[in-house]
């Protein structure tokens, strides 16, 4: 069965790091891109990060560029978000999702439960 | 604000056709393609539509999607109940280099 599953997630203070991973089972990982995405408290989908198949192309929405990196590794089957110098508008559910092809553009087509991240004094 | 616009909710009764919109710009969706995504209370996004028009196994044929030039929508024909959820378009920004979602539509099936 085709599943990802996120861990790492928590309370964090503000200016705080935090690393989600992302484990994925039942599909060849090196043949697909990979995404996080989050959803703030009552909102909507946001896009925070992609990564190509061999993490040659990284990708990173305006809110997150400097603070949070993406990586995979291929031979783990699995997908990690470092999220450094955390704020309060942080806080969010952080779905991992499967893009559907091997290159960053193209839709997600399996998503993870996701994993919850408070950032709170 | 999100780069793609929806409305914030649509209604309508069971049996009825519904229609939404997605509303983007030359960097987006008039150069890439387009998703959707349904969402049903308290779960995960799902997939519904991908390459603008194409629906992935186990999605009725219930649901379809469109694009013409800066806009995209998503049809649903014969409600369900449950069919409430929130509905997400999504595509590439060529300009902004990232994946941009809508701001989600709510359907209310009365």
């Known amino acids: 069965e085709v599943q990802l599953v996120e861990s790492g997630g928590g309370v964090v203070r503000p200016g705080g790091s935090l690393r989600l991973s992302c484990a994925v089972y039942g599909f060849t990982f090196v043949d697909y891109a990979m995404s996080w995405v989050r959803q703030g408290p009552g909102k909507g989908l946001e896009w925070v990060s992609g990564?190509?198949?061999?993490?040659?192309?990284?990708r990173y929405a305006d809110s997150v560029k400097g603070r949070f990196t993406i990586s995979r590794d291929n031979a783990k089957n699995s997908l990690y978000l470092q999220m450094n110098t955390l704020r309060a508008e942080d806080t969010a559910l952080y779905y991992c999702a499967r893009v559907g092809r091997y290159d960053l553009f193209y839709y997600m087509d399996v998503w993870g439960k996701g994993t919850t991240v408070t950032v709170s004094s | 604000q999100s780069v793609l616009t929806q409305p914030p909710s649509v209604s309508a009764a069971p049996g009825q056709n519904v229609t939404m919109s997605c509303s983007g710009s030359s960097s987006n969706i008039a150069k890439n393609y387009v998703s959707w995504y349904q969402q049903l209370p308290g779960t995960a996004p799902k997939l519904l539509i991908y390459?603008?028009?194409n629906r992935p196994s186990g999605i009725p044929d219930r649901f379809s999607g469109s694009k013409s030039g800066t806009s995209a929508t998503l049809g649903i024909t014969g409600l369900q109940t449950g069919d409430e959820a929130d509905y997400y378009c999504g595509t590439w920004d060529t300009s902004l280099g990232a994946r941009v979602f809508g701001g989600g539509t709510k359907l209310t099936v009365l």
């Open positions: 990564i190509d198949w061999n993490g040659g192309s990284r």
């Open positions: 390459d603008n028009n």
